[in-house]
């Protein structure tokens, strides 16, 4: 097997030709939401220098009125003083409220942390202007970041890096549902899409077995080459989604309508720790959380939704299975047998590594623990030795003590981690299948 490890500073070497002379943005190169942002950061430091300044100014004429002979001089200055005193409240307000309203309404990076933190913090002295630095700093790096994506995407436009000759199928994990209103992957379809790349989903159930999953999706691989008449697919599936492909195409039939299979983050040898609280959680509490999960899936849209069937199909136990019945190719140097259903699908894996449990989000900062003292390095669900499977394995490793998570890698909270950009990331990655000609 081929281990490509990538650290994320060689990944930034890698792009940096292709974006040094993008660096600067302009305006006329933003989007709108990012446009209104820049708006939004310029008015707030407007906000910060302009008070230093007028707080300085108004403090030092009233020093100057009371050093003087001051009885006479404070009765004829004071009125202006304060009127002085009332515009500058007035007009810094304005300034302020524009820009912390712009910023709130138009940010991503932002997040619910920080514009808690803003609204907490907005009535103590000092920490108000601790607040205020940290958002303006944060929103000025997203307005450099975004928009020298956005120069970049615009001068690779015409090249359609991601205009692959088969269709890509993204296949979410489990417990997840696509959807027109959360998209799973964040802010990657778009990306890929502006970049040439034509894109469908599973729309399979969020909780089923493997073998129920993989029918799904067998079935909605067979609906998008009837309706295009692409003949195959390039498939990026996530999480378990990487387990039902598997078994879509060892078992289902998937195998001569798929060009490509890329896991990213899949357990491919299951998770130690979910083996262990189906072991120490008693039987009745399980069935409860089933029933209850059960319910709920069936109302947003899941036909037959088995929790309990989802979760034993990602133990080690459960993996263990799988592969038994449909064979792992990492056991076979990475290449599948000539003969068997993975001959001439370009099969590759990608696994990550989460840093810290404070640097996860929840749930994934309270999972960390537990999958780091049974399995190991994690991206806070699955540990590295799950990971590989294919012909080419990729390792990102983390930069500093951030790290990146098993939702980092499908964008699901659409943050910009520093040194990582995940939709570029995946830009690449597709363009290296069209090189190949999928």
Not at 35 to 60: E, N, P, Q, S, Y
Not at 120 to 143: F, H, K, Q
Request: glycine fraction near 8%.
């Amino acid at each position: 097997m081929c281990d490509s490890t990538i650290r994320i500073p060689t990944l930034i070497v890698y792009l940096k030709p292709s974006v040094r002379r993008l660096f600067t943005p302009t305006i006329g190169t933003m989007t709108g939401r990012i446009a209104a942002c820049r708006f939004g950061v310029i008015m707030l430091k407007i906000f910060w220098w302009t008070t230093l300044v007028a707080t300085v100014a108004l403090t030092t004429c009233l020093i100057t009125m009371l050093a003087v002979s001051w009885p006479a001089a404070w009765a004829a200055s004071w009125p202006s003083w304060v009127i002085a005193l009332a515009a500058v409240i007035i007009i810094e307000s304005i300034i302020f409220w524009i820009g912390m309203i712009t910023v709130y309404v138009t940010s991503v990076q932002l997040g619910i942390r920080r514009r808690v933190i803003g609204i907490l913090c907005g009535w103590i002295p000092i920490a108000n202007l601790i607040a205020l630095r940290l958002i303006i700093r944060t929103v000025d790096d997203e307005v450099r970041f975004e928009s020298s994506k956005e120069q970049l995407d615009r001068a690779r436009a015409t090249a359609r890096i991601c205009a692959t000759r088969y269709p890509v199928l993204l296949v979410h994990g489990v417990f997840f549902r696509d959807t027109q209103a959360l998209n799973y992957w964040g802010r990657v379809p778009a990306e890929l899409q502006r970049n040439g790349a034509v894109i469908y989903y599973g729309n399979h159930q969020s909780a089923a077995s493997v073998p129920d999953a993989a029918r799904e999706l067998t079935e909605r691989i067979k609906q998008i080459v009837a309706q295009t008449g692409c003949g195959k697919v390039n498939v990026i599936a996530h999480s378990k989604g990487g387990l039902d492909m598997r078994y879509a195409i060892a078992r289902c039939g998937a195998a001569p309508m798929v060009a490509s299979l890329t896991t990213i983050n899949t357990p491919h040898r299951g998770c130690g720790f979910a083996d262990y609280l189906l072991e120490k959680i008693p039987l009745a509490a399980q069935r409860q959380v089933e029933k209850a999960y059960n319910a709920a899936a069936s109302h947003l849209g899941d036909k037959q939704p088995d929790f309990m069937a989802a979760v034993h199909d990602l133990t080690q136990a459960g993996c263990a299975r799988l592969n038994t019945e449909i064979g792992d190719s990492a056991e076979l140097g990475g290449r599948a047998s000539a003969t068997g259903p993975f001959a001439g699908i370009v099969c590759q894996s990608v696994g990550s590594k989460l840093a810290h449990a404070t640097t996860g989000k929840f749930p994934l900062n309270f999972t960390y623990p537990l999958v780091k003292w049974f399995d190991g390095p994690n991206d806070g669900l699955v540990a590295q030795p799950s990971f590989p499977w294919g012909e080419r394995f990729t390792w990102l490793e983390p930069n500093g003590t951030r790290g990146i998570s098993h939702a980092d890698m499908i964008d699901l909270n659409r943050e910009n981690i520093p040194g990582f950009d995940v939709r570029e990331f995946y830009v690449q990655m597709v363009a290296a299948l069209k090189q190949r000609g999928l």
